[in-house]
Protein backbone atom coordinates (compact mmCIF):
# COMPACT_ATOMS: atom_id res chain seq x y z
CA UNK A 1 0.00 0.00 0.00
CA UNK A 2 1.09 3.04 -0.93
CA UNK A 3 -1.34 5.34 1.66
CA UNK A 4 1.65 5.32 4.51
CA UNK A 5 -0.14 3.42 6.79
CA UNK A 6 -0.22 -0.56 7.43
CA UNK A 7 -2.77 -2.22 7.06
CA UNK A 8 -4.94 -3.05 10.37
CA UNK A 9 -7.98 -4.23 7.94
CA UNK A 10 -5.95 -6.38 6.03
CA UNK A 11 -8.67 -8.91 6.36
CA UNK A 12 -11.85 -6.95 5.41
CA UNK A 13 -9.89 -4.82 2.75
CA UNK A 14 -8.48 -7.38 0.84
CA UNK A 15 -9.08 -8.07 -3.15
CA UNK A 16 -12.46 -9.21 -2.85
CA UNK A 17 -12.96 -5.24 -1.24
CA UNK A 18 -11.36 -3.31 -3.11
CA UNK A 19 -13.29 -4.97 -6.52
CA UNK A 20 -16.39 -4.28 -4.81
CA UNK A 21 -15.40 -0.65 -4.64
CA UNK A 22 -14.26 0.03 -7.84
CA UNK A 23 -11.28 1.55 -9.39
CA UNK A 24 -9.12 2.70 -6.36
CA UNK A 25 -6.15 4.88 -6.11
CA UNK A 26 -4.10 6.06 -3.03
CA UNK A 27 -0.94 8.01 -2.86
CA UNK A 28 1.61 9.29 -0.94
CA UNK A 29 4.91 11.39 -0.99
CA UNK A 30 6.83 8.61 -0.55
CA UNK A 31 6.59 4.57 -2.61
CA UNK A 32 7.24 2.78 1.10
CA UNK A 33 4.81 1.95 3.97
CA UNK A 34 4.87 4.14 6.79
CA UNK A 35 2.80 2.47 9.70
CA UNK A 36 2.73 5.65 12.44
CA UNK A 37 1.69 9.03 12.20
CA UNK A 38 2.73 11.46 15.30
CA UNK A 39 1.83 14.84 16.20
CA UNK A 40 3.27 17.17 18.26
CA UNK A 41 1.85 20.30 19.07
CA UNK A 42 3.22 23.04 21.05
CA UNK A 43 3.50 26.61 21.66
CA UNK A 44 6.18 29.20 22.76
CA UNK A 45 6.90 32.69 24.07
CA UNK A 46 8.93 33.30 21.35
CA UNK A 47 7.00 31.56 18.69
CA UNK A 48 4.46 32.94 15.96
CA UNK A 49 1.60 32.54 18.11
CA UNK A 50 3.51 34.26 21.35
CA UNK A 51 1.91 31.60 23.80
CA UNK A 52 3.93 29.98 26.96
CA UNK A 53 6.95 28.01 26.21
CA UNK A 54 10.17 28.62 25.32
CA UNK A 55 11.35 28.63 21.60
CA UNK A 56 12.59 27.50 18.84
CA UNK A 57 14.60 24.97 20.90
CA UNK A 58 11.07 23.45 22.40
CA UNK A 59 9.85 22.49 19.14
CA UNK A 60 12.82 20.57 17.68
CA UNK A 61 12.79 18.94 21.14
CA UNK A 62 9.29 18.04 20.67
CA UNK A 63 9.47 17.05 17.08
CA UNK A 64 12.87 14.56 18.11
CA UNK A 65 10.98 13.40 20.95
CA UNK A 66 7.96 12.23 18.51
CA UNK A 67 9.61 11.16 16.23
CA UNK A 68 11.96 8.86 18.15
CA UNK A 69 8.08 6.37 18.70
CA UNK A 70 8.24 6.99 15.06
CA UNK A 71 9.52 3.46 12.80
CA UNK A 72 10.98 4.10 9.44
CA UNK A 73 9.10 6.36 6.76
CA UNK A 74 6.38 7.75 9.36
CA UNK A 75 5.02 10.81 9.26
CA UNK A 76 5.82 13.82 11.84
CA UNK A 77 2.53 16.07 12.69
CA UNK A 78 3.62 19.50 14.41
CA UNK A 79 1.36 22.63 14.93
CA UNK A 80 1.79 25.71 16.22
CA UNK A 81 -0.26 28.78 16.86
CA UNK A 82 -0.20 32.27 14.94
CA UNK A 83 -1.27 35.58 15.72
CA UNK A 84 -3.91 36.13 13.44
CA UNK A 85 -4.30 35.39 9.78
CA UNK A 86 -7.03 34.71 7.36
CA UNK A 87 -7.13 30.91 5.34
CA UNK A 88 -8.75 32.64 2.46
CA UNK A 89 -5.69 35.20 1.90
CA UNK A 90 -3.18 33.16 3.26
CA UNK A 91 -3.96 29.99 1.16
CA UNK A 92 -1.73 31.03 -1.90
CA UNK A 93 0.75 31.12 1.00
CA UNK A 94 0.86 27.25 2.05
CA UNK A 95 1.38 26.08 -1.19
CA UNK A 96 4.85 23.88 -0.89
CA UNK A 97 6.84 24.99 -3.82
CA UNK A 98 7.10 22.36 -6.55
CA UNK A 99 4.03 20.88 -5.10
CA UNK A 100 1.14 18.81 -6.76
CA UNK A 101 -1.57 21.94 -6.77
CA UNK A 102 -3.51 20.27 -4.36
CA UNK A 103 -5.63 23.23 -2.20
CA UNK A 104 -8.38 23.32 0.16
CA UNK A 105 -10.88 25.71 1.27
CA UNK A 106 -13.57 25.92 4.14
CA UNK A 107 -15.06 29.39 4.72
CA UNK A 108 -17.23 29.10 7.82
CA UNK A 109 -16.23 32.82 8.63
CA UNK A 110 -16.61 34.02 11.62
CA UNK A 111 -16.86 30.39 12.47
CA UNK A 112 -14.47 27.80 11.47
CA UNK A 113 -12.33 28.19 8.72
CA UNK A 114 -9.34 26.16 7.01
CA UNK A 115 -6.73 26.15 4.01
CA UNK A 116 -4.67 23.43 3.47
CA UNK A 117 -2.57 22.44 0.26
CA UNK A 118 -0.24 19.90 -0.90
CA UNK A 119 -1.29 15.99 -0.29
CA UNK A 120 0.39 14.05 2.03
CA UNK A 121 -2.01 10.69 1.66
CA UNK A 122 -4.92 10.51 -0.63
CA UNK A 123 -7.52 8.02 -1.88
CA UNK A 124 -9.46 8.01 -5.03
CA UNK A 125 -12.14 5.50 -5.91
CA UNK A 126 -15.88 5.05 -7.39
CA UNK A 127 -18.12 1.94 -6.18
CA UNK A 128 -20.62 1.79 -4.15
CA UNK A 129 -18.38 1.34 -1.37
CA UNK A 130 -17.30 4.61 -1.45
CA UNK A 131 -18.13 6.03 2.14
CA UNK A 132 -17.31 2.90 4.14
CA UNK A 133 -13.75 2.64 2.44
CA UNK A 134 -13.33 6.73 2.89
CA UNK A 135 -14.30 6.41 6.18
CA UNK A 136 -11.58 3.52 6.76
CA UNK A 137 -8.89 5.32 5.12
CA UNK A 138 -9.72 8.51 7.17
CA UNK A 139 -10.22 6.81 10.46
CA UNK A 140 -6.72 4.83 9.71
CA UNK A 141 -5.10 7.86 8.97
CA UNK A 142 -6.45 9.51 12.06
CA UNK A 143 -6.51 6.98 14.24
CA UNK A 144 -2.85 6.70 13.98
CA UNK A 145 -1.95 9.95 15.25
CA UNK A 146 -0.05 9.55 18.91
CA UNK A 147 -1.26 13.18 19.81
CA UNK A 148 -0.32 14.90 22.91
CA UNK A 149 -3.51 16.94 22.94
CA UNK A 150 -2.36 19.89 22.97
CA UNK A 151 -4.18 22.98 21.28
CA UNK A 152 -7.55 23.86 20.84
CA UNK A 153 -10.30 21.56 18.83
CA UNK A 154 -9.91 23.91 15.80
CA UNK A 155 -5.88 22.79 15.32
CA UNK A 156 -6.79 19.04 14.83
CA UNK A 157 -5.45 16.87 12.44
CA UNK A 158 -8.35 16.66 9.58
CA UNK A 159 -9.31 14.09 6.54
CA UNK A 160 -10.51 16.24 3.81
CA UNK A 161 -13.35 14.81 1.72
CA UNK A 162 -15.04 15.23 -1.42
CA UNK A 163 -17.71 12.62 -3.34
CA UNK A 164 -19.43 12.79 -6.41
CA UNK A 165 -23.22 12.54 -6.40
CA UNK A 166 -23.20 9.29 -8.09
CA UNK A 167 -20.96 6.23 -7.12
CA UNK A 168 -19.12 6.57 -9.88
CA UNK A 169 -18.92 8.40 -13.23
CA UNK A 170 -20.42 6.85 -16.75
CA UNK A 171 -17.47 7.06 -18.53
CA UNK A 172 -13.97 6.98 -17.00
CA UNK A 173 -12.27 9.67 -19.27
CA UNK A 174 -9.78 12.76 -18.51
CA UNK A 175 -11.93 15.55 -15.97
CA UNK A 176 -14.72 12.81 -14.83
CA UNK A 177 -15.06 12.82 -11.05
CA UNK A 178 -14.32 9.87 -9.14
CA UNK A 179 -16.60 8.46 -6.41
CA UNK A 180 -14.82 10.23 -3.83
CA UNK A 181 -11.46 11.88 -2.82
CA UNK A 182 -9.51 11.78 0.69
CA UNK A 183 -6.43 13.69 1.52
CA UNK A 184 -4.78 14.19 4.24
CA UNK A 185 -3.26 17.54 3.73
CA UNK A 186 0.41 18.64 4.51
CA UNK A 187 -0.13 22.03 5.32
CA UNK A 188 -3.63 22.60 7.09
CA UNK A 189 -4.18 26.90 8.58
CA UNK A 190 -7.34 27.12 10.67
CA UNK A 191 -8.74 29.50 12.25
CA UNK A 192 -11.90 30.30 14.70
CA UNK A 193 -12.57 33.67 16.13
CA UNK A 194 -9.59 35.19 17.32
CA UNK A 195 -7.62 32.01 17.51
CA UNK A 196 -4.92 30.89 14.57
CA UNK A 197 -2.94 27.63 14.03
CA UNK A 198 -0.63 26.37 11.39
CA UNK A 199 -0.09 22.41 11.04
CA UNK A 200 2.59 20.46 8.65
CA UNK A 201 2.25 16.51 8.14
CA UNK A 202 5.33 14.69 5.99
CA UNK A 203 7.03 11.30 6.42
CA UNK A 204 10.34 11.26 7.92
CA UNK A 205 12.59 9.59 5.97
CA UNK A 206 14.81 9.78 3.04
CA UNK A 207 16.46 12.53 4.17
CA UNK A 208 13.48 14.43 5.83
CA UNK A 209 14.70 15.17 9.34
CA UNK A 210 12.36 16.07 12.12
CA UNK A 211 14.76 19.06 12.55
CA UNK A 212 14.11 20.11 8.84
CA UNK A 213 10.09 19.78 9.98
CA UNK A 214 10.38 22.02 12.52
CA UNK A 215 12.49 24.57 10.59
CA UNK A 216 9.77 24.42 7.91
CA UNK A 217 6.77 25.10 10.10
CA UNK A 218 8.64 27.82 11.94
CA UNK A 219 10.13 29.53 9.06
CA UNK A 220 6.69 29.42 7.15
CA UNK A 221 4.79 30.48 10.64
CA UNK A 222 7.26 33.53 10.66
CA UNK A 223 6.48 34.41 7.01
CA UNK A 224 2.73 34.20 7.22
CA UNK A 225 2.90 36.04 10.12
CA UNK A 226 4.85 39.09 8.07
CA UNK A 227 2.33 38.89 5.84
CA UNK A 228 -0.54 39.65 8.53
CA UNK A 229 1.64 43.05 10.09
CA UNK A 230 1.96 43.65 5.97
CA UNK A 231 -1.40 43.62 5.10
CA UNK A 232 -0.79 42.97 1.27
CA UNK A 233 -3.48 42.32 -0.68
CA UNK A 234 -2.90 39.35 -2.51
CA UNK A 235 -2.55 39.54 -5.99
CA UNK A 236 -5.99 37.99 -7.24
CA UNK A 237 -7.74 40.67 -5.43
CA UNK A 238 -5.83 43.29 -7.26
CA UNK A 239 -7.23 42.13 -11.16
CA UNK A 240 -10.39 44.29 -10.76
CA UNK A 241 -13.96 42.96 -12.17
CA UNK A 242 -13.88 39.72 -13.61
CA UNK A 243 -15.66 40.25 -17.22
CA UNK A 244 -18.39 37.88 -19.23
CA UNK A 245 -18.07 37.09 -23.11
CA UNK A 246 -20.87 35.23 -23.44
CA UNK A 247 -23.24 32.41 -21.59
CA UNK A 248 -24.72 28.98 -22.97
CA UNK A 249 -28.50 29.17 -23.17
CA UNK A 250 -29.92 26.36 -20.96
CA UNK A 251 -33.92 27.05 -21.29
CA UNK A 252 -35.19 24.85 -23.81
CA UNK A 253 -33.16 21.72 -23.06
CA UNK A 254 -34.19 22.69 -19.15
CA UNK A 255 -37.87 23.10 -20.23
CA UNK A 256 -38.20 19.49 -22.40
CA UNK A 257 -36.64 17.82 -19.11
CA UNK A 258 -38.71 19.37 -16.84
CA UNK A 259 -41.95 18.50 -18.85
CA UNK A 260 -41.13 15.14 -18.94
CA UNK A 261 -40.11 14.59 -15.43
CA UNK A 262 -43.60 16.55 -14.49
CA UNK A 263 -45.20 13.39 -16.50
CA UNK A 264 -43.84 10.90 -14.32
CA UNK A 265 -44.74 13.02 -11.34
CA UNK A 266 -47.99 12.87 -12.44
CA UNK A 267 -48.06 9.70 -13.20
CA UNK A 268 -47.36 8.67 -10.08
CA UNK A 269 -43.95 6.87 -10.79
CA UNK A 270 -42.05 9.31 -9.09
CA UNK A 271 -42.91 11.48 -6.12
CA UNK A 272 -40.29 14.06 -6.27
CA UNK A 273 -37.33 14.53 -8.67
CA UNK A 274 -34.63 17.63 -8.41
CA UNK A 275 -33.80 18.67 -12.19
CA UNK A 276 -30.82 20.02 -12.28
CA UNK A 277 -29.58 22.50 -15.04
CA UNK A 278 -25.55 23.35 -16.03
CA UNK A 279 -25.22 26.54 -17.82
CA UNK A 280 -21.62 27.44 -19.55
CA UNK A 281 -19.85 31.24 -19.14
CA UNK A 282 -16.57 32.40 -20.55
CA UNK A 283 -14.96 34.46 -18.90
CA UNK A 284 -12.81 37.68 -20.21
CA UNK A 285 -10.00 35.78 -18.28
CA UNK A 286 -8.59 32.81 -16.20
CA UNK A 287 -9.00 33.73 -12.57
CA UNK A 288 -7.58 32.12 -9.24
CA UNK A 289 -10.89 30.75 -7.89
CA UNK A 290 -9.98 32.39 -4.48
CA UNK A 291 -11.11 35.68 -6.48
CA UNK A 292 -14.47 34.26 -7.03
CA UNK A 293 -14.70 32.97 -3.39
CA UNK A 294 -13.87 36.34 -1.63
CA UNK A 295 -17.20 37.57 -3.40
CA UNK A 296 -19.39 34.61 -1.62
CA UNK A 297 -17.49 35.10 1.88
CA UNK A 298 -19.96 38.94 1.58
CA UNK A 299 -22.74 37.71 -0.43
CA UNK A 300 -23.02 34.40 1.00
CA UNK A 301 -22.50 35.15 4.97
CA UNK A 302 -25.01 32.37 6.51
CA UNK A 303 -23.75 29.70 3.78
CA UNK A 304 -20.12 27.18 4.22
CA UNK A 305 -17.97 28.76 1.04
CA UNK A 306 -15.64 25.78 -0.37
CA UNK A 307 -13.09 25.20 -2.52
CA UNK A 308 -11.84 22.07 -4.21
CA UNK A 309 -8.73 21.98 -6.27
CA UNK A 310 -6.87 18.72 -6.95
CA UNK A 311 -4.57 20.58 -9.60
CA UNK A 312 -4.34 23.72 -11.43
CA UNK A 313 -6.58 22.96 -14.13
CA UNK A 314 -10.11 22.61 -12.87
CA UNK A 315 -11.30 23.69 -9.14
CA UNK A 316 -14.94 23.45 -7.29
CA UNK A 317 -16.21 26.60 -5.82
CA UNK A 318 -19.22 27.42 -3.98
CA UNK A 319 -21.45 28.61 -1.00
CA UNK A 320 -23.53 25.60 0.47
CA UNK A 321 -26.29 27.00 2.79
CA UNK A 322 -27.05 22.89 3.47
CA UNK A 323 -25.71 20.45 6.21
CA UNK A 324 -25.77 16.71 5.32
CA UNK A 325 -24.27 16.28 8.72
CA UNK A 326 -22.21 18.08 11.14
CA UNK A 327 -20.82 15.53 14.40
CA UNK A 328 -19.80 18.05 17.62
CA UNK A 329 -18.78 15.73 20.69
CA UNK A 330 -21.21 13.00 19.54
CA UNK A 331 -24.01 14.82 18.74
CA UNK A 332 -25.78 14.99 15.32
CA UNK A 333 -27.25 17.68 12.76
CA UNK A 334 -28.85 17.24 9.32
CA UNK A 335 -30.41 20.46 7.95
CA UNK A 336 -33.94 19.51 5.73
CA UNK A 337 -33.75 22.55 3.21
CA UNK A 338 -36.48 22.59 0.16
CA UNK A 339 -38.93 25.21 -0.75
CA UNK A 340 -36.73 28.47 -2.27
CA UNK A 341 -37.70 31.89 -2.84
CA UNK A 342 -36.72 35.57 -3.58
CA UNK A 343 -35.58 37.61 -0.05
CA UNK A 344 -38.52 39.94 0.30
CA UNK A 345 -42.44 40.68 0.48
CA UNK A 346 -42.18 36.62 -1.20
CA UNK A 347 -40.89 34.98 1.62
CA UNK A 348 -43.33 34.96 4.19
CA UNK A 349 -45.31 32.99 1.56
CA UNK A 350 -43.09 30.03 1.27
CA UNK A 351 -44.92 29.21 4.94
CA UNK A 352 -48.29 29.08 3.57
CA UNK A 353 -47.74 27.85 0.11
CA UNK A 354 -48.72 24.12 -0.26
CA UNK A 355 -46.06 23.09 -2.79
CA UNK A 356 -43.35 24.14 -0.88
CA UNK A 357 -44.61 22.88 2.51
CA UNK A 358 -45.30 19.38 0.22
CA UNK A 359 -41.96 19.36 -0.86
CA UNK A 360 -40.58 20.35 2.27
CA UNK A 361 -41.79 17.72 4.76
CA UNK A 362 -40.87 14.79 1.86
CA UNK A 363 -37.06 15.70 2.48
CA UNK A 364 -37.96 16.15 6.65
CA UNK A 365 -39.52 12.69 6.77
CA UNK A 366 -37.18 10.88 4.88
CA UNK A 367 -34.24 12.16 7.28
CA UNK A 368 -36.01 11.27 10.32
CA UNK A 369 -36.55 8.05 9.10
CA UNK A 370 -33.07 7.12 7.66
CA UNK A 371 -32.12 8.13 11.15
CA UNK A 372 -34.30 5.92 12.76
CA UNK A 373 -33.59 3.26 10.33
CA UNK A 374 -29.57 3.49 11.25
CA UNK A 375 -30.28 3.07 15.15
CA UNK A 376 -31.12 6.59 16.30
CA UNK A 377 -33.40 8.93 17.98
CA UNK A 378 -34.36 11.73 15.84
CA UNK A 379 -35.41 14.94 17.05
CA UNK A 380 -36.94 18.02 15.24
CA UNK A 381 -39.25 21.38 15.82
CA UNK A 382 -42.87 20.63 14.40
CA UNK A 383 -42.83 23.55 11.75
CA UNK A 384 -40.28 24.61 9.42
CA UNK A 385 -39.10 27.90 9.82
CA UNK A 386 -37.33 30.76 7.20
CA UNK A 387 -33.36 30.94 6.75
CA UNK A 388 -32.10 33.69 4.23
CA UNK A 389 -28.83 32.76 2.74
CA UNK A 390 -28.14 35.65 0.60
CA UNK A 391 -30.96 36.66 -1.84
CA UNK A 392 -32.58 33.70 -1.52
CA UNK A 393 -35.04 32.37 1.41
CA UNK A 394 -35.79 28.43 1.84
CA UNK A 395 -37.97 26.44 4.34
CA UNK A 396 -35.38 24.86 6.82
CA UNK A 397 -36.08 22.04 10.02
CA UNK A 398 -32.66 21.65 12.06
CA UNK A 399 -32.64 17.52 12.63
CA UNK A 400 -30.49 16.20 15.63
CA UNK A 401 -29.86 12.61 17.34
CA UNK A 402 -27.16 11.54 19.40
CA UNK A 403 -24.89 9.75 17.00
CA UNK A 404 -23.87 6.70 19.16
CA UNK A 405 -20.99 4.29 17.90
CA UNK A 406 -21.75 5.00 14.48
CA UNK A 407 -19.03 6.31 12.01
CA UNK A 408 -19.87 9.97 10.50
CA UNK A 409 -19.56 8.76 7.21
CA UNK A 410 -21.69 5.55 7.67
CA UNK A 411 -24.60 7.90 8.31
CA UNK A 412 -22.93 9.82 5.37
CA UNK A 413 -24.05 6.87 3.14
CA UNK A 414 -27.47 6.27 3.98
CA UNK A 415 -28.18 9.81 3.90
CA UNK A 416 -27.03 10.53 0.51
CA UNK A 417 -28.76 11.69 -1.92
CA UNK A 418 -31.65 13.58 0.61
CA UNK A 419 -35.20 14.38 -1.62
CA UNK A 420 -33.86 18.09 -1.43
CA UNK A 421 -31.15 17.37 -3.96
CA UNK A 422 -32.38 13.73 -5.82
CA UNK A 423 -35.78 12.90 -5.23
CA UNK A 424 -38.43 9.57 -3.96
CA UNK A 425 -38.15 7.27 -4.21
CA UNK A 426 -34.57 7.76 -3.98
CA UNK A 427 -33.46 5.10 -6.91
CA UNK A 428 -36.06 5.69 -9.09
CA UNK A 429 -35.54 9.80 -9.09
CA UNK A 430 -31.93 9.02 -9.39
CA UNK A 431 -32.13 6.61 -13.21
CA UNK A 432 -33.89 9.27 -14.41
CA UNK A 433 -31.68 11.91 -13.34
CA UNK A 434 -29.19 10.10 -15.48
CA UNK A 435 -31.64 9.92 -18.21
CA UNK A 436 -32.90 13.50 -18.57
CA UNK A 437 -29.69 15.74 -17.35
CA UNK A 438 -27.43 16.30 -20.61
CA UNK A 439 -24.12 16.36 -18.28
CA UNK A 440 -22.44 14.05 -15.61
CA UNK A 441 -23.57 16.04 -11.68
CA UNK A 442 -19.91 15.27 -10.83
CA UNK A 443 -19.26 17.08 -7.06
CA UNK A 444 -22.68 19.14 -7.80
CA UNK A 445 -25.05 18.38 -4.37
CA UNK A 446 -22.68 15.71 -3.19
CA UNK A 447 -21.12 15.94 0.02
CA UNK A 448 -17.84 17.94 0.56
CA UNK A 449 -16.53 18.91 3.73
CA UNK A 450 -13.80 17.00 6.51
CA UNK A 451 -13.45 14.78 9.82
CA UNK A 452 -11.07 15.63 12.44
CA UNK A 453 -8.77 13.48 14.70
CA UNK A 454 -11.67 13.32 17.57
CA UNK A 455 -14.34 12.15 15.37
CA UNK A 456 -15.96 15.23 14.67
CA UNK A 457 -17.08 16.02 11.20
CA UNK A 458 -18.74 18.47 8.74
CA UNK A 459 -20.20 17.75 5.41
CA UNK A 460 -21.64 20.13 3.50
CA UNK A 461 -24.04 19.58 0.30
CA UNK A 462 -22.26 21.05 -2.77
CA UNK A 463 -24.94 22.78 -4.14
CA UNK A 464 -24.68 26.80 -4.89
CA UNK A 465 -21.95 26.11 -6.92
CA UNK A 466 -19.60 26.20 -9.62
CA UNK A 467 -16.64 24.18 -11.46
CA UNK A 468 -14.19 26.83 -13.09
CA UNK A 469 -12.09 25.43 -16.00
CA UNK A 470 -9.44 28.38 -17.43
CA UNK A 471 -12.02 31.23 -18.02
CA UNK A 472 -14.94 28.32 -18.16
CA UNK A 473 -16.99 28.35 -15.87
CA UNK A 474 -20.04 26.04 -15.30
CA UNK A 475 -22.50 26.93 -13.28
CA UNK A 476 -25.23 24.08 -11.98
CA UNK A 477 -28.94 24.55 -9.86
CA UNK A 478 -31.80 22.69 -9.36
CA UNK A 479 -35.49 22.65 -8.76
CA UNK A 480 -37.46 20.24 -6.84
CA UNK A 481 -40.58 19.51 -8.90
CA UNK A 482 -43.44 17.31 -7.40
CA UNK A 483 -47.54 17.35 -7.74
CA UNK A 484 -48.36 21.04 -8.37
CA UNK A 485 -45.18 22.36 -10.02
CA UNK A 486 -45.78 23.97 -13.26
CA UNK A 487 -42.53 24.23 -15.71
CA UNK A 488 -42.70 27.98 -16.08
CA UNK A 489 -42.45 27.99 -12.41
CA UNK A 490 -39.31 25.81 -12.17
CA UNK A 491 -37.44 27.51 -14.86
CA UNK A 492 -38.26 30.59 -13.06
CA UNK A 493 -36.88 29.48 -9.90
CA UNK A 494 -33.67 28.04 -11.65
CA UNK A 495 -32.98 31.18 -13.64
CA UNK A 496 -33.37 33.02 -10.21
CA UNK A 497 -31.01 30.87 -8.24
CA UNK A 498 -28.22 30.64 -11.92
CA UNK A 499 -28.75 34.43 -11.64
CA UNK A 500 -28.17 34.72 -7.90
CA UNK A 501 -24.99 32.91 -8.02
CA UNK A 502 -23.67 34.93 -10.96
CA UNK A 503 -24.56 37.95 -9.07
CA UNK A 504 -22.75 36.94 -6.22
CA UNK A 505 -19.56 35.43 -7.68
CA UNK A 506 -19.57 39.76 -8.55
CA UNK A 507 -19.61 38.78 -12.51
CA UNK A 508 -22.27 41.02 -14.79
CA UNK A 509 -25.82 39.38 -15.57
CA UNK A 510 -25.60 40.14 -19.16
CA UNK A 511 -23.26 38.78 -21.78
CA UNK A 512 -23.82 37.88 -25.89
CA UNK A 513 -25.55 34.53 -25.96
CA UNK A 514 -24.48 31.78 -28.51
CA UNK A 515 -25.21 28.25 -28.59
CA UNK A 516 -22.76 25.39 -27.94
CA UNK A 517 -22.55 22.67 -30.07
Known amino acids: WRNGLRRPWAQSWGPQAAAAAGPIHLSSSLSRPRPLLVQA ?127 APLRSEPGSVPGVQAVLPRWQLSRQGQHCWLRLQRPIGGGVTPRQLAEELWERARRLEQLVEQAEEP ?29 KVEAGELKKVVLAVRQELQLDTAPDPLALLAPLRRHQGGSCRFLWQQGPGSALIGASPERLLTVRQGQLRSDALAGTAPAGDQAAALLHSSKDRHEHELVVDTITAVLARAGLTPRRPRHPRLARHGQLVHLHTPITAA ?115
Open 41 to 167: SHSFTDSPGGSSGNSFTDLLTAANGQARQLEEDGVLSLALPLAGGDPLLLLPHLEPSGGDGFRFLWDGAPGLCIAAAGRTNSLELSGPRRFELAQRFASASLSRLATTNAGPPLARPRVLLAFAFFD
Open 235 to 263: GWSKLGGIGLRWSAPWQGSYRFAVAEALS
Open 403 to 517: LAQHQPLTIAAALHPTPAVAGLPRREAMAWLRSLEPFERGHYAAPIGWIDSAGDADLRVAIRSGTLRGDRLELTAGAGLVRGSTVERELAEVALKLGVLQQQLDLPAQASSRSIV
